[in-house]
């Protein structure tokens, strides 16, 4: 089975950057979602297999960057904002297409906190 692990998440004063990481092995879409206490887990960035597809949340776009090499999948974030403390989950999706629905993930890590102070 896919195991995916986040690393990067932690500790960053507002407008700051951070980068988080993970991989999966085989013919998967990847994406991240993050969730703060009290609210649904949301999209933020996903990316297709071959990386040619790319799709951003509206309020993430122009300042998070998501990419990939081969297994690892990696996004940039920019200019962060206190309102975007969560705990942030990669995800994989079989086959090719990128998606932004929760509910076409196949797997999930454990999270990884980002915490962006004021």
């Known amino acids: 089975q896919v195991r995916l692990v986040e690393s990067g998440g932690g500790l960053v004063q507002a407008g700051g950057s951070l980068t988080l990481s993970c991989a999966a092995s085989?013919?998967?879409?990847m994406g991240w979602f993050r969730q703060a206490p009290g609210k649904d887990r949301e999209f933020v960035a996903s990316?297709?297999?071959?990386?040619?597809t790319t799709y951003y949340a509206d309020s993430v776009k122009g300042r998070f960057t998501i990419s990939r090499d081969g297994a690892k999948n990696t996004m940039q974030m920019n200019s962060l904002k206190p309102e975007e403390t969560a705990v942030y989950y990669c995800a994989a999706r079989r086959g090719a297409a990128a998606s932004i629905s929760v509910d076409e993930y196949d797997y999930w890590g454990q999270g990884t906190q980002v915490t962006v102070s004021s």
């Open positions: 990316i297709s297999w071959n990386g040619a």
């Open positions: 085989g013919r998967y879409a």
